[in-house]
């Protein structure tokens, strides 16, 4: 994070000093910013406002990453203590309440500009208190929107009044991203579509995910794949309905089911543009990263996806993505629907349990950064990492070049629908023959059952079955 111009100031004896800065707001009112530093001077960002306490009081350090052993998104937290003596702070803060304001530390240098300066830490105040003649800024970075569920647009009973089923009203939409086909297992259909239009006059529209699907390959009713094609008894339709970009099947009259039968489709998602022309996104990393980029930290688009996101660490991302092309990792995923409400949080949760060897951590300048243990990565003189100590479960060897066959198309977890109670729970595809050397060995040899592993972010998997 150094720039060259700070190393140059301090290879002639230039000495760094931390600043914060804070840019002070409440309800949409701007408060004004500070800028704390150790002793009263004048900064590339300006005078100083205040000065930090000496010591304990004054700044307390910084841990960035979850480490070794665990697999979780933890947020970075640190305090700064500010000298306060006439209150004239605190009276500010307990007055105006702005919290989530935006809070910087830095390393400076004399006559740097901030643009040489080296970043601390990036994030947002989140509390403060009160110690003595000191008031203390709760800093912490700012994780608000993953708190937020994926995808965000609700079924609303004014926009989709026509629904059979009410029961969706107030539940979130569903997103499918990825391949979802499971003719070749058990032709039921993997996805679920949600009824949003039934009537004679208006159509026959089944919801199958917000945002663009490449195309739908057949419908099934019930579980039973139906012999009509696309154009004749069903077309695809995308469009903006109630503020968003959707895809539909709708039926033809005449061709429709009954009231009360589950209607459940294969289909492709979107394509790396978000688009429906291109080749669909497969890779796990790929679709957490679109999630958040397109669904999460922006509002979801009408139309191509947007592309990098500022909260995206893109150099590590593109790096992690890479090393899971070399896996031949593929996946297909549905958020939403009738799955039940699910933040951002668990889904980065979900993809770091499905995937115990990545790290996904806060940088420095307030972006998720990715991270790809590598078991062959040792420090001089010792083996530091051994995946069965530090991870759980039974120990698969992640590693580029895994001889493990991926189903792109069959392999899936169901998409249960509250309605169904009638279809399988889980769709499995074993392929113990696909497994390397060390694998085999890993698991006990060929002859044994393999362990069960529950990975939603891949379409390999292995059961006791």
Request: glycine share 12%.
């Amino acid at each position: 994070m150094r720039s060259a111009a700070l190393l140059e100031a301090y290879r002639r004896g230039a000495e760094p000093f931390a600043v914060l800065r804070t840019t002070w707001s409440a309800r949409g009112l701007a408060l004004g910013t500070g800028i704390y530093t150790s002793s009263a001077r004048v900064t590339a960002a300006g005078h100083s406002t205040g000065i930090v306490a000496l010591g304990e009081d004054g700044w307390q350090p910084v841990e960035y990453g979850s480490g070794i052993e665990a697999a979780e998104l933890l947020a970075v937290e640190t305090e700064v203590g500010i000298v306060d003596k006439d209150g004239t702070l605190i009276d500010m803060l307990d007055t105006y309440g702005p919290r989530g304001s935006a809070a910087v530390i830095d390393y400076a240098m004399p006559g740097l500009v901030v643009a040489d300066w080296e970043p601390v830490f990036t994030g947002i105040v989140d509390n403060w208190s009160r110690d003595g003649l000191v008031t203390r800024l709760h800093l912490k970075t700012d994780d608000a929107a993953l708190r937020t569920p994926v995808p965000s647009p609700v079924f609303k009973r004014t926009e989709w009044g026509a629904a059979y089923d009410g029961t969706i009203f107030g539940t979130h939409m569903p997103l499918v991203m990825g391949i979802h086909n499971a003719y070749l297992i058990t032709a039921r259909g993997m996805v679920p579509a949600v009824n949003i239009r039934y009537d004679k006059d208006i159509g026959y529209w089944w919801l199958v995910s917000i945002g663009h699907q490449v195309g739908i390959d057949r419908i099934h009713y019930d579980g039973i794949p139906q012999g009509i094609a696309e154009g004749s008894g069903w077309n695809i339709v995308r469009g903006v309905f109630g503020q968003n970009l959707l895809t539909i099947l709708q039926i033809d009259e005449g061709f429709q089911p009954e009231e009360g039968v589950v209607v459940s489709v294969d289909c492709k998602g979107p394509d790396t543009t978000g688009l429906y022309s291109g080749t669909v996104i497969t890779n796990p990393v790929r679709i957490l990263r679109t999630v958040l980029e397109e669904y999460v930290y922006r509002t979801p688009p009408l139309g191509a996806y947007r592309g990098d996101h500022t909260i995206i660490d893109d150099t590590s991302w593109d790096a992690a993505e890479a090393f899971f092309e070399g896996l031949g990792a593929d996946c297909g995923r549905r958020f939403g629907g009738d799955q039940g409400e699910e933040t951002a949080a668990e889904v980065i949760e979900s993809f770091l349990e499905a995937y115990p060897f990545t790290r996904i951590d806060w940088s420095e300048l307030g972006q998720l950064a990715f991270t790809v243990i590598d078991p062959d990565d040792v420090d001089p003189g010792s083996a530091w990492l051994d995946l069965d100590t530090h991870h759980e479960g039974p120990g698969v060897p992640y590693a580029p070049g895994d001889g493990r066959e991926v189903y792109t198309e069959v392999e899936q977890p169901y998409m249960f629908s509250s309605q169904e109670q009638k279809f399988l729970s889980s769709i499995e595809a074993h392929d113990s023959a696909a497994l390397d050397e060390r694998a085999v060995a890993l698991y006990g040899g060929p002859d044994r059952r393999l362990l069960p592993i529950d990975n939603p972010w891949s379409q390999t998997r292995f059961t006791n079955d």
